[in-house]
């Protein structure tokens, strides 16, 4: 990150409301609320984030529960762990980067985020994202919304991958389960 009229938000830094600038804003800390700024967001891996996040770039490491919109790009590197919408022209997610939302791309994406627009593909990501093959040229004339990224369980280029196991809750030894029956 560039010194020159860059803000960092330290790790032991709890911000409750709105955070506005100008510059690029590094958050190593906690904030609670809205972070707009002009230039580009760098989430680090220990940050947390509880708000909506806009920025030029945004690069994430760290924790954000809200949605992100970026005027370039949106990156989710290893570790990143976002349950919101992405609005960005271009989205990357990197392996072992986690995503729960929608994902929003294209030239006005970035531009004026809205809650879950009719064009937006739906990204569940229950398990860390998988790396995916090039598509094949018979399916690069499709539309972008056939053509979806590979998740635990999802479908690339054509064929379907294995489903994840479910998630079985463990019991203490000697318990036992109570199974209580749904009312339709």
């Known amino acids: 990150m560039a010194s020159n009229g860059s803000t960092i938000i330290g790790r032991e830094t709890r911000i409750r409301g709105r955070v506005t600038g100008a510059h690029d804003v590094e958050v ?7 972070l707009t700024v002009d230039g580009n967001v760098n989430v680090e891996s220990q940050a947390t984030i509880a708000a909506d996040v806009r920025g030029r770039r945004v690069t994430v490491r760290g924790a954000i529960k809200g949605d992100i919109a970026a005027d370039e790009a949106i990156a989710l590197e290893e570790g990143a762990r976002v349950v919101g919408d992405l609005h960005a022209p271009r989205v990357a997610i990197a392996q072992g980067g986690l995503l729960r939302g929608y994902v929003e791309t294209g030239k006005s994406a970035g531009k004026a985020p809205a809650a879950h627009a009719r064009h937006a593909e739906p ?44 998630v079985v809750p463990a019991l ?10 749904r009312r339709s």
């Not at 398990?127 to 635990?152: D, I, W």
């Not at 203490?172 to 029956?181: E, N, Q, S, Y």
């Open 28 to 34: 190593q800390g906690h904030i609670e609320g809205e």
């Open 123 to 166: 990204v569940k990501a229950h398990a860390p994202v998988k790396a995916t093959a090039p598509v094949p040229a018979k399916a690069a004339h499709k539309p972008a919304a056939k053509s979806r990224m590979t998740l635990a369980g999802g479908v690339a280029g054509g064929r379907r991958e294995k489903a994840p196991p479910p």
């Open 172 to 181: 203490k030894k000697g318990a036992k389960a109570h199974v209580t029956k």
